[in-house]
């Protein structure tokens, strides 16, 4: 079994600040984990993933996100939010065994503030 | 690379009527696609895995009569919407992975998403 926790359902930053995004994920065996960012009445695209090789991983747009085993987290930061970053967030787990069925948190909404 | 298409993005609908939508890999060929539903502000929720040439595994409580899905061929897959109610209005959302590399690391490539309202 697997699943994932959104720490936070909304996050409001400035422009030009950090970007901070909460994820823990709980599988029964080695996970791979994503993140996917979902403008308004759009399909979700790939920031980034993560799949047992390095723990620091960097995606798209300047994000990037830590995989702490002893954590069971994933968070999605960024150094510097730009208004383009406004969109919903999610991380999503999938167990590395087996099927290809995804998990998707909840989902974060990022507004950033001009 | 790995562009997966929805037809049509939008559409309206009475209630009692049948709606398709269509899921495409347009540049790979894909053994799986997904369809998931997402409802207004909420997560995606899988409803069924789709592998060509077989019959779709529905999710728990996902009613397969009223959704058919047919993944008649490597490059296409439909989701059929039988007697639409307003309760089945919603964001439909299909995802496919690459026949040549199955295991770990596949990645799922998602459509723009299809819009249904039922009146």
């Known amino acids: 079994a697997q699943s994932v926790t959104q720490l936070d359902s909304h996050v409001s930053v400035s422009e030009g600040t950090p970007v901070l995004l909460r994820c823990n994920y709980s599988s029964s065996y080695s996970p791979s984990l994503f993140w996917y960012v979902q403008h308004p009445n759009k399909g979700l695209q790939l920031l980034l993933k993560y799949t047992s090789a390095a723990t620091l991983v960097k995606g798209i747009n300047g994000f990037e996100a830590e995989f702490k085993k002893s954590e069971t987290s994933f968070h999605l930061t960024k150094p510097s939010a730009h208004m383009s970053d406004a969109a919903e967030y999610f991380c999503?787990?999938?167990?590395?065994?087996?099927?290809?069925?995804?998990?998707f948190g909840t989902g974060t909404r990022l507004t950033i503030i001009p | 690379g790995a562009v997966v298409s929805q037809h049509p993005s939008w559409v309206i609908c009475k209630s009692g009527t049948s709606v398709k939508i269509e899921c495409r890999s347009l540049d790979f060929q894909a053994t799986t696609m997904f369809w998931y539903r997402q409802f207004p502000k909420q997560s995606l929720m899988l409803m069924a895995t789709?592998?060509?040439?077989?019959?779709?595994?529905?999710e728990q409580g996902v009613e397969k009569d009223k959704f058919l899905i047919n993944h008649a061929s490597l490059t296409l897959s439909t989701l059929t919407v039988t007697s639409a109610h307003p309760e089945d209005s919603s964001f439909y959302i299909c995802?496919?992975?690459?026949?040549?590399?199955?295991?770990?690391?596949?990645?799922?490539?998602f459509g723009p998403g299809t819009r249904l309202t039922v009146l």
């Open positions: 995802s496919a992975t690459q026949a040549k590399s199955r295991g770990f690391g596949n990645e799922q490539f």
């Open positions: 789709s592998n060509e040439g077989s019959k779709a595994t529905y």
């Open positions: 999503v787990v999938r167990a590395n065994f087996g099927n290809e069925k995804l998990t």
